[in-house]
């Protein structure tokens, strides 16, 4: 079946891709719309995969025809809450140094352009370069070049004020042989009291005839119950939320159910349980066997002791695909692995021995851009008719390098990525390949880290979903999306990035802010309107920024680490932060490594996995005084199962604090297991956990 999917859910100016899934490269889909707001005047292009940019509030319905079937997608669009901004900039702002070329227009890119070049540019306004925009609360960055290389740039950062997204849990049950699903509506923190809007699934025989609706409650007889129906429900204040999902199956029986068949509710778009609970090592591949030592998949299988010996639960390998870079991610073969690195059963060996290790394997799924030495690339450019569609294409009057690009047109990209083009998602052949990239590997590993997620489209994404939950519900999907999105939260991945948390870190590390800022961090996940259940991804390190160490210092460091595996979330350790590597993608120290902070980690991934309080999803300020020491370089909070409770306390500085906390805890800290108590205050280097008691 080639239905294109579940409801979704936009605002109004947004555009929805809409495509029929499981494609055949040579099927012909034609869309029409069939139904539209009395205010609209929004049409469909031609072609199999298709664009709704929505221009007023209320429900579209797009129907595709495509070999014999005819299939309606649901689109419902709600008003779009934005406030027009200025960015501006100066000369100085660039750090200017004399060898800088001014001009009276500058490039502009960020999020609200999917940091494309060449779509914005900022005018002359006296000393400034100055380019408005309209977008939704939040704080929003733009960066500035004179050319494409963007090798000097300045950015400019502008808030937004306004409501955060609301958010909505389902549950279900059956009650007296009906179905019953409740849902629980939560405001932002900035927002007023949400409702609630159901929705069904047009894949499913429900009709919606049989269903009543009566504020938060649906209700489904049950001899009305198909074998399977899917509901979603969004909670809308000022702004709506990201969809939650129930899907219902029924099994045998009849009439109602009370009668021979089982009925089971599940939650679709919840995280696999070993998630929430892992420690991440993220593992640059070919930095990670040392100076001298060629990195191959035998070369890291034999250090994979010491990967074993950190106590993680999960190793995310940059990409071991073919490809012409040190780092990988410009793809060259998507289903085969680098020579250099070995063999596809060599790299299954790696697989297997990480598995007995009891250690989980994520792959980083490079799916926006190839290479432009990849060969469907080189045949695009060079007019081969069956690659046409293969690839993004811009007007040349977009393109702002300085390469002579053959033809007309220039190969759509992001930032200054000459070198790797975007994928045609709107290519029939595009999407059937790239399903293809991802069933060759899903079921070698545990699951995927998905490489600028944010660039590939919504629809695509929760097609992948499906596809390989359908056979592994345990199947991980960790997105890179920069800046954060909750609308990647909604059917699409399990796991993301927390860029604010991040940044936070550096901030606290830096001395650009106080230690209690991390609160705020972990608070803009509702704010932004995360669901309850959504897993993040807390580092402090990856492979594209620089280091924490060279940034902050070890003793910032140190506490930093602390907070990633002391608060909730799932912890990732980038493969040399733990031994002191300062580079951002430099050789492993293995023999000149730092064995002190090495053990440092040890002992922290231990004590979370030990400590269940550690895991558990809440965080509560703790009251403290600073008696020596920067105030503002010390932070304690509170961490509770409903069993047990610890209290967490980080200093960011160099030497120690001493710590009056306003609750009764243990003198002994957890983490390293001797007294820390002295004169009625804690003694704090960088991190210590104890238990809550009197001393």
Not at 212 to 232: F, M, S, Y
């Amino acid at each position: 079946m080639h239905h294109p999917g579940p409801p979704r859910f936009a605002t109004v100016g947004e555009s929805v891709e809409l495509a029929p899934r499981r494609p055949d490269p040579d099927m012909a889909a034609e869309w029409r719309l069939v139904e539209r707001p009395a205010a609209s005047t929004a049409t469909l292009g031609d072609g199999s995969v298709c664009h709704l940019e929505p221009d007023a509030t209320g429900v579209y319905r797009a129907a595709v025809s495509t070999a014999g079937e005819t299939h309606e997608q649901v689109v419902r669009a709600f008003p779009s809450v934005t406030e027009t901004v200025r960015f501006s900039v100066t000369a100085d702002d660039f750090g200017r140094d004399g060898t800088l070329t001014v001009a009276d227009r500058a490039v502009v890119i960020g999020r609200f352009n999917d940091f494309t070049m060449g779509t914005h540019w900022a005018e002359r306004d006296g000393d400034e370069w100055v380019i408005e925009a309209d977008l939704p609360p939040g704080t929003h960055h733009a960066t500035f070049s004179f050319d494409g290389s963007f090798d000097a740039t300045a950015t400019d950062e502008v808030t937004v004020e306004g409501p955060g997204r609301p958010r909505v849990e389902l549950t279900g049950e059956t009650a007296d042989g009906d179905l019953v699903v409740s849902a629980d509506a939560r405001a932002a923190p900035s927002g007023s009291a949400p409702g609630v809007e159901f929705h069904l699934d047009g894949r499913d025989a429900l009709a919606e005839s049989a269903v009543t609706i009566d504020g938060d409650e649906l209700r489904v007889p049950g001899e009305a119950l198909p074998e399977t129906a899917r509901i979603h429900a969004v909670a809308v204040a000022e702004r709506h939320s990201v969809a939650d999902t129930l899907v219902v199956e029924r099994d045998g029986g009849s009439g109602d159910m009370d009668g021979d068949g089982t009925v089971t509710v599940s939650r679709p778009a919840d995280p696999p349980a070993w998630a929430a609970d892992a420690t991440i090592y993220e593992m640059f591949v070919r930095s990670f066997t040392g100076e001298t030592v060629d990195a191959t998949f035998e070369a890291i299988e034999r250090r994979v002791p010491y990967i074993e010996s950190l106590g993680v639960d999960a190793v995310w390998l940059t990409p071991v695909q073919a490809s012409p870079t040190h780092h990988g991610y410009h793809i060259t073969d998507f289903f085969d692995t680098a020579a250099d690195l070995g063999t596809r059963a060599e790299f299954e060996s790696l697989v297997e021995r990480l598995h007995d290790a009891g250690i989980q394997v994520v792959f980083d799924l490079v799916i926006n851009h190839s290479s432009r030495d990849h060969p469907a690339f080189q045949l695009h450019r060079a007019g081969v008719p069956e690659y046409a569609d293969h690839y993004e294409r811009v007007p040349a009057s977009q393109d702002v390098s300085d390469i002579d690009w053959a033809g007309a047109d220039a190969p759509g990209r992001y930032f200054n990525w000459t070198r790797i083009p975007n994928l045609n998602y709107d290519s029939l052949a595009v999407r059937r390949w790239m399903l293809d990239v991802v069933d060759e590997w899903r079921d070698v590993v545990d699951g995927f880290r998905c490489d600028v997620a944010w660039g590939v489209s919504h629809g695509f994404w929760k097609e992948v979903r499906e596809r390989v939950k359908a056979d592994d519900p345990e199947f991980l999907l960790l997105d890179e999306t920069v800046p954060r999105d909750a609308a990647f939260a909604e059917n699409e991945f399990d796991l993301h990035y927390d860029t604010d948390l991040f940044e936070a870190l550096r901030d606290i590390g830096t001395g650009g802010a106080p230690a209690s800022s991390l609160f705020e961090a972990l608070d803009e996940s509702v704010e932004r309107g995360y669901p309850d259940r959504a897993g993040h991804m807390r580092y402090v390190d990856n492979h594209d920024e620089g280091r924490y160490l060279a940034a902050c210092g070890a003793a910032s460091l140190r506490a930093a680490v602390g907070a990633t595996l002391t608060l909730p979330g799932t912890p990732m350790i980038y493969a040399g932060q733990e031994r002191g590597v300062e580079r951002q993608r430099g050789t492993m120290r293995w023999h000149d490594g730092d064995n002190a902070l090495t053990d440092f980690h040890r002992r922290l991934v231990a004590l979370r996995a030990d400590q269940a309080p550690l895991r558990a999803p809440e965080v509560r300020p703790v009251s403290h005084a600073v008696e020596t020491g920067e105030t503002e370089a010390v932070v304690a909070y509170e961490r509770s199962d409903g069993d047990e409770t610890l209290v967490v306390v980080l200093h960011f500085d160099d030497g120690t604090a001493k710590v009056s906390l306003e609750p009764p805890v243990g003198d002994t800290d957890l983490l390293g297991g001797d007294s820390v108590a002295s004169d009625g205050t804690i003694q704090v280097d960088d991190v210590v956990v104890l238990p809550t008691g009197s001393r």
